[in-house]
């Protein structure tokens, strides 16, 4: 079975032949992190797919908020090469959750806790309940925000 590192290697020796220089050097960061993350600590060890989806998301959002702070600076160029690189690697987070499917799973995981009547004092319990349901597949800021929404914080 291929996990999804080999699909990152396999696709960058792609890109390199291709000379495709934004999507080989955006690969290239990206398997030196996850290589990173496997020796970080006391023992080695290789990441599962899901623990790569979450180092992807962080890699997206990162690539996501310096494109936002370079266009504030007025570096229109590096925000541009910025958005680049997260849509590159975009392409290998699951398809992700809109508005209005967060605002389904936050009124379903307030439901199924029956915390509707605490209010914000909820918030930690409905957050920890939906990490596992939306991890790699949206950004948690916006997912809090709707838990303070809806808890009417």
Known sequence: MSTLKDRLRADLTTAMK?????RSSTLRMVLTALTNAEVAGSTAKELTDDEV???????AK???????????GGAADRADKE??????????????LSEAEIGELVTATIAELGVADEGPRA???????????????????????????????
């Open 123 to 153: 918030m930690g319990k409905v957050m920890g309940a939906l990490q596992p349901r939306v991890k790699g597949r949206a950004d948690g800021a916006v997912v809090a925000a709707e838990v303070r929404r809806q808890l009417g914080a």
């Open 62 to 72: 990162k690539r996501r908020e310096a494109a936002t702070a370079f266009e504030e």
């Open 53 to 59: 989806v979450g180092l992807l998301a962080t890699e």
């Open 18 to 22: 291709a000379r495709d220089t934004v």
């Open 83 to 96: 958005r680049a690189e997260a849509a590159v690697i975009a392409e290998y987070l699951p398809q992700q």
